[in-house]
């Protein structure tokens, strides 16, 4: 059964870093597009990045130059670099992997901006 296991998720200062990571298991990452979700308390669910199966990545406006996507696909990892983080990142973060249209999710970590 495919998994998707996210870790990396905390409480940081605003302008800290974190680096969120996604581990697949019994599955061919190579095989699926990737991408990053967020929900924040009350909002919907929003795509944050992605990443495509060649390694092109998209990025909502509001982390363009902030945030990073990238793959490890012999690892079965993706992972979500976070930097210059601000209050409004303050989030759920959930993995998910599509294989034309069948998509999975993982559980999601926690990540709180706050001083």
């Known amino acids: 059964q495919v998994q998707l296991v996210e870790s990396g998720g905390g409480l940081v200062q605003p302008g800290g870093s974190l680096r969120l990571s996604c581990a697949a298991s019994?599955?061919?990452?190579?095989?699926?597009?990737m991408g990053w979700y967020r929900q924040a308390p009350g909002k919907q669910r929003e795509l944050v990045a992605s990443?495509?199966?060649?390694?092109?990545?998209n990025y909502v406006d509001s982390v363009k130059g902030r945030f990073t996507i990238s793959r490890d696909n012999a690892k079965n990892m993706v992972y979500l670099q976070m930097n210059s983080l601000k209050p409004e990142d303050w989030a759920v973060y959930y993995c998910?992997?599509?294989?034309?249209?069948?998509?999975?999710w993982g559980q999601g970590t926690q990540v709180t901006v706050s001083s």
């Open positions: 019994a599955m061919i990452l190579s095989f699926y597009e």
């Open positions: 998910n992997a599509d294989r034309q249209g069948v998509g999975f």
């Open positions: 990443i495509t199966r060649g390694g092109f990545t």
